[in-house]
């Protein structure tokens, strides 16, 4: 059992994509968990292991408490703590309960990851559709749909725990039309692809657990990006267990993908050139926009012209990361060179949308 437990309803709100390709996870700096009491001590003790559980989901990295600087931090957590407070409630068996819930300065936490050189996964993440089938003593179910709760709140408990954005399908008819609970559970690729493809996401886990008469679960599991699958199984003694191996897996890969390490990219600068930008509001938005992601530290105007601008990125890495990221929501759309002529030499041509895709 974890020792950090988390509210259902705060997971769902923060975590459950419900359209596009990607979403901000809002709470990444925020953790609660149990304690025995109020007292100083088990604050410290508290509020330690939450911000361990920050640290590791803003780094992407699960062993992150290794480094030197990060364990330094984990000793003393105070002065990263911007505020905290008690809940008192009783669990399943109406024992009563203390819920410490934090909340830690992104600033301090950001620059502690840049000064021990590890890297910073912004909030923008992609998001994960999820086909889980349980088998169940009442037959084969779709999680999220007909199955018993259990599994579907330990998955978007683990979710929370590495900021994973996961998805799960409406269950309508046009999903029933097209995937079958039998199809699902024999993950034909094929299959599962067609059915998904109304959902966009960049990211498809699709899997199946059982448990035995003894407690134990087993699971399996294939995870899409694109062309590429990778297939994996998982164990455990609960349903948490059987669920974290895909989670830190695809937390691993993402974070790979989309985080960003300090001095990456030397802050080198690139221009670009965007159109589309035809109000006030829309370039206060764009750079708003751009100055968000993890992988931009400034977006500068250095030309403009109508609905048209050239921007002067100032990157903490490569162009190739920051296509990644634009990649996540559609908003800034690669385009044709529609201009005659422009006064700098730009490395890139976008339209702003302004909305997710």
Same mark, same amino acid.
């Given at each position: ?172 008819? *046009?999903?029933?039309?097209? %995937?079958?609970?039998? @199809? #699902?559970?024999?993950? =034909? $690729? ?5 059915? +998904? ?47 974290? *191996?895909?989670?830190?897996? %695809?937390?691993?890969? @993402? #974070?790979?993908?989309? =985080? $960003? ?5 030397? +802050? ?90």
């Amino acid at each position: 059992m974890r020792q950090i437990i988390r509210a259902l309803a705060s997971v769902f709100a923060v975590l459950t994509a419900l359209s596009g390709q990607a979403a901000v996870v809002s709470n990444l700096y925020d953790e609660q968990l149990l304690v025995e009491s109020q007292s100083r001590t088990a604050l410290k003790q508290g509020a330690g292991l939450a911000l361990e559980q920050v640290f590791v989901r803003v780094s992407g990295r699960r062993q992150v408490a290794d480094n030197p600087v990060v364990a330094e931090a984990l000793a003393a957590p105070e002065p990263f703590m911007t505020q905290y407070r008690y809940q008192r409630s009783k669990n399943d068996e109406g024992e009563d309960e203390l819920m410490l819930k934090l909340s830690f300065s992104p600033r301090q936490v950001n620059a502690t990851l840049q000064s021990a050189g590890l890297p910073i996964w912004s909030a923008n993440r992609p998001a994960v559709l999820v086909w889980l089938v349980a088998d169940t003593i009442e037959g084969r179910k779709f999680v999220g749909a007909d199955a018993d709760a259990e599994l579907l709140t330990a998955l978007h408990s683990e979710a929370q725990r590495r900021g994973v954005v996961v998805q799960m399908p409406l269950f309508d008819l *046009a999903d029933s039309a097209s %995937l079958s609970v039998k @199809q #699902a559970w024999e993950m =034909s $690729v094929d299959d599962i692809q067609q059915a +998904s493809s109304r959902y966009s996401t960049p990211f498809i886990l699709m899997g199946r657990v059982s448990q035995f008469s003894t407690g134990q679960w087993i699971g399996s599991w294939v995870l899409l990006q694109g062309a590429e699958s990778l297939r994996l199984d998982s164990e455990g003694l609960t349903a948490t267990d059987v669920l974290a *191996a895909p989670i830190d897996y %695809l937390a691993d890969m @993402q #974070a790979a993908t989309y =985080s $960003v390490s300090a001095g990456a990219g030397s +802050s080198a600068n690139t221009t670009i050139h965007v159109s589309g930008v035809n109000s006030f509001a829309s370039y206060a938005s764009l750079v708003t926009y751009l100055e968000g992601l993890a992988v931009i530290q400034h977006a500068n105007t250095v030309w403009l012209n109508k609905d048209e601008l050239i921007l002067e990125l100032v990157l903490n890495d490569d162009m190739e990361k920051v296509r990644r990221f634009l990649t996540l929501d559609g908003r800034l759309l690669e385009s044709a060179n529609v201009s005659q002529s422009l006064p700098v030499s730009v490395r890139g041509y976008y339209k702003w949308t302004g909305r997710n895709q």
